[in-house]
């Protein structure tokens, strides 16, 4: 069965056109990715409107070209001028820059190039291993549990967005009412439309999360006039040979680190919105403090440059593993490419790899192969990324509004969808400058109706509320949730207020209770070690008195 | 306007919008004639729950906003200052709605033209050289983008009340001679592939 789904999955992906889209992808995210303020999740938007012709496993293979090409992509200019490409490149600049300064960016920018192939297989294997596994898990879930795992996707959300936790929630609440608008999904009545026949239909989701997005984004990047006018790359970068076989075999030699980095970028990739922007800096940090010459780093060290760039290659397998197997995004990027799913009238849910086995396949295959296309496209883009550091970035934009406006049109073929772009690109812009995080609001409009539908389900089997509290998976995500909203607060006060030391293990033996009660023989052992385990952390931090550990020294992102 | 001010003006905002969308959410009503099943949810329910928490939130910002002291704010210099600091932004809206509003007036290509290169003049430097490349810049990527658009993909671009005809000619002539070219080359490929195959 596996098998037929894979070679059925494989004959799709493997025509000429699908590849050679997928090449084109993977160059336009690399170029894409090295200009800096240029992200990713903007790469993949823009790309969107020209799959709306293909089909699925067309589309969605040359967005994960862009992904993929993406990730690695920020890492050149990172590593040749010192400003990361892209937020998931900042700390392969504490130790690729040096290195390149002092006269081997061909090595440089090798271990940069093998530590993302190694990340990205790395996590492509974890997402092929772990992805029909969860959701199997997820075939489990009813409406109750479906229900309080969206409410926890937008607690940790919000509490991952920013520093304040309660403007998340207000943007993840603002997404979530904004996806009321329009016909109700049960009895099709209008609600909030104020007489307009425009929005009758709700707004289309794409050109909302393009407004939202890259319209508040390329203001950004224009309000101050003089960065607007200057070239994309404020230093000139010099063309280079990349020395692959020393970097492959540098890279491989240090297998733990790769390992623990990967893993580390899954990992942070599952959680909705922490995405590879926070993995690079938590894998270099944990590279650091693993390493025996932690001193050494920042002076352009090989396990400098292998830990941030594994890690942020290998999140984009954790935020599929999310997408597949559960339907809900890990990131912007996808939740474009579950926009493009839905404009194919494919919805991802946890049966999505059982209903649709050749999408769900060519996606895995996909991922493989364009970390094999970024490895071999990437010495060929660093010239095209020399020729792209001379754009301005006021031109770039200019032409980029213009480009939103036309493949928002070419979604439905309505002006209204324009209108929605601009309109939602002046609101974003405004909760931009007030300093609510936009992230919360676009995965508010994405499982809103998904969210409703839940309730609605729920109610209509039964009005208990107390159900919520009664089936464990439910259980299990609102203590997950509620322990998750306080984490911000949690970390801002770690080692220096003595509550901090009681959270962890509270976490645990909370957890531990709806990890008992479910079915099977695994799962409660689990929960009993995981209850054990709580106590036993705080049976050990009783003994030592509460003490708190020696404070850490602050530390600032440069300093890392 | 400190950031204590600021905040505390922004919950207000938003408890105001919230209070104006509950009593909204109460004329949801479903027809006479398709009453709900038992266990049915009402239409109205999903939002107000939302809005309860809206509200909620709202209440705690409020409160945050009024006892947390505020940090000291930017001097922006007032109306002026605040206007220089958003002007790019500002231009750029105004820009696209205009834009939008002259799209069905002079069509998604004319329109899109004086869009890009009112843009980028407005953004960039306003020399003689400039114009030059942003006159250039203009006519290539949007007559790219409209001809990739229009062209390859088939989109129905909006045509202009008063460039109707100029729309429809440049439909005519650009798109008509690709297709020709395309099936030129779709002839020729069996022949091609045939001759490959001798050799």
């Given amino acids: 069965m596996i098998f037929d789904n894979i ?114 297989v790395i996590s492509a294997i974890v997402l092929v291993l772990v992805a029909p596994q969860l959701a199997r898990i997820g075939q489990e879930f009813q409406p109750w549990d479906y229900f309080a795992l969206m409410a926890f996707a937008l607690t940790v959300t919000a509490s991952l967005a920013g520093d304040n936790m309660v403007k998340g929630l207000i943007a993840g609440l603002i997404g979530l009412l904004v996806a009321t608008v329009g016909e109700d999904a049960v009895v099709g009545v209008p609600r909030f439309t104020f007489g307009s026949d425009a929005v009758q239909q709700g707004f289309a989701f794409l050109p909302v999360l393009i407004g939202l997005f890259a319209f508040t984004r390329l203001l950004s990047d224009v309000q101050d006039t003089s960065k607007a006018q200057g070239n994309l790359g404020a230093h000139s970068a010099e063309s280079v040979k990349i020395e692959h076989l020393k970097a492959a075999k540098a890279v491989l030699s240090r297998w733990g680190n790769l390992i623990r980095s990967s893993l580390i970028g899954v990992f942070t990739g599952v959680l909705p919105a922490a995405g590879s922007s926070i993995s690079n800096i938590l ?227 909370c957890l531990s209770l709806p990890v008992y009660m479910m079915d099977g023989v695994v799962r409660p052992i689990l929960g009993v070690c995981l209850g054990l385990f709580g106590l036993y952390l705080f049976v050990q931090r009783a003994r030592a008195g509460w003490t708190l550990p020696d404070p850490e020294p602050v530390r600032e992102v440069g300093d890392l | 306007m400190n950031r204590l001010n600021r905040d505390t003006l922004i919950a207000v905002i938003l408890l105001l919008l919230v209070g104006f969308f509950m009593y909204s959410s109460f004329s949801i009503k479903t027809p006479v004639f398709e009453k709900l099943a038992p266990g ?47 002007k790019n932004p500002i231009w750029c809206f105004v820009v696209f709605a205009i834009f939008l509003t002259i799209i069905p007036i002079l069509g998604m290509l004319i329109a899109g033209l004086l869009f890009v290169f009112a843009l980028m003049t407005m953004l960039g430097p306003k020399d003689k050289a400039a114009f030059k490349r942003h006159s250039w810049t203009t006519m290539g990527t949007v007559g790219g983008m409209w001809f990739i658009f229009a062209c390859l993909l088939e989109v129905q671009l909006p045509k202009g009340q008063y460039t109707g005809l100029f729309d429809e000619w440049l439909l005519v002539n650009v798109c008509g001679i690709v297709s020709t070219i395309g099936e030129i080359f779709a002839d020729a490929a069996p022949s091609c592939s045939a001759l490959l195959a001798s050799v």
């Fill in chain 2, 40 to 86: 049915q949810m009402d239409p109205g329910f999903w939002p107000r729950i939302i809005l309860t928490g809206l509200a909620i939130m709202g209440l705690i910002y409020l409160f945050q906003s009024i006892v947390t002291p505020p940090p000291p704010a930017e001097k922006r210099g007032g109306l002026i200052g605040w206007y220089r600091h958003y």
């Fill in chain 1, 283 to 509: 894998a270099y940090d944990q590279a650091k403090k693993y390493s025996k010459e932690p001193e050494k780093f920042g002076t352009g060290t090989v396990d400098g440059i292998v830990a941030p760039e594994s890690a942020n290659n290998a999140t984009a397998g954790g935020a599929l593993i999310m997408m597949m197997a559960l339907g809900i995004p890990g990131d912007i990027v996808t939740a474009v490419m579950l926009g493009a799913l839905l404009i194919h009238d494919v919805v991802p849910s946890p049966t999505f790899i059982v209903e649709q086995p050749t999408i769900a396949y060519a996606i895995f295959i996909a991922f493989f192969v364009a970390n094999f296309m970024m490895l071999a496209l990437q010495s060929v883009t660093l010239r095209g990324f020399v020729a792209v550091t001379r754009v301005r970035m006021y031109m770039l934009a200019s032409v980029i509004l213009f480009y939103c406006a036309l493949g928002v049109f070419a979604l439905n073929n309505i002006q209204f969808d324009m209108w929605t772009l601009f309109w939602f690109g002046v609101g974003g812009f405004i909760m931009r400058s007030l300093g609510f995080p936009i992230v919360p609001v676009i995965l508010g409009v994405v499982l809103g109706n998904i969210a409703e539908n839940a309730l609605a389900q729920v109610i209509a089997i039964s009005t208990d509320p107390t159900m919520f509290l009664m089936r464990p998976w439910s259980l299990f995500f609102i203590v997950l949730g509620l322990f998750s909203s306080f984490f911000h607060v949690y970390q801002k006060n770690r080692a220096v207020k003595r509550w901090t030391l009681g959270f962890i293990p509270a976490m645990c033996v």
């Fill in chain 1, 7 to 120: 070679m059925l999955a494989t004959s799709e992906l493997m025509s000429v056109s699908t590849m050679l889209l997928m090449i084109l992808g993977v160059i336009s995210g690399l170029v894409a990715g090295a200009i800096p303020g240029f992200t990713i999740a903007m790469a993949v938007v823009l790309v969107l409107p020209f799959t709306f012709g293909m089909t699925a496993v067309q589309g969605l293979a040359t967005m994960i070209g862009v992904y993929v090409g993406g990730l690695s992509g920020g890492l050149m200019s990172g590593i040749l001028t010192g400003i990361p490409g892209t937020p998931s490149s900042v700390a392969t600049t504490f130790d690729g820059f040096p290195l390149a300064r002092k006269g081997r960016p061909g090595l440089a920018l090798g271990l940069g190039v093998w530590a993302s192939f190694f990340g990205g």
